[in-house]
């Protein structure tokens, strides 16, 4: 049986720079249910594993997304402009070291957040705008065979957990 890697906040945690979860936000609860009776979700904070408190002042990829970071051509940036990229690129090593430890191949990450985002992130000019792209936690794990998903792709999260276990 095979475990899967899941944002903190999505399992209702209170942990997203605001305080809040966003339990709300995962459209497919039969899945998760499921999941949980099996014993294969390993909650983790990639934001919180790296030191950052709650409440914190939201932080956004500027100057490129999540590779980008990592390589060190972009930096994550708070809201009243302190850089904080250690704190992500921290937590992204510990959740994979996690993924490792546990031999974890599935993720289900927050999409939008600067770790977690799968598909989508804030343009890094705090507007509230999208763009395409990867967060920081979600680069690290897919570089190293970890395969993430975001709350919507539960379906497909199932798909690849079936084609791991035959």
Known sequence: M????????????????NGTDAASAWPDLEALNRWQAEGRIVSFCPELAGGFPVPRPPAEIVGGQGRDVLSGTAQVIEAGGNPVTD???RGARLALAQAQRLGIRVAILKEGSPSCGVHTLYSGDFSGTLKAGRGVTTELLEQHGVRVFSEAQTAQAQTYLAYLER
Not at 2 to 17: E, K, P, Q
Request: with cysteine; charged share 10%.
């Open 2 to 17: 095979h475990r899967i890697l899941v944002s903190a906040c999505l399992l209702g945690f209170h942990v997203r720079y």
């Open 87 to 89: 704190y992500f690129v």
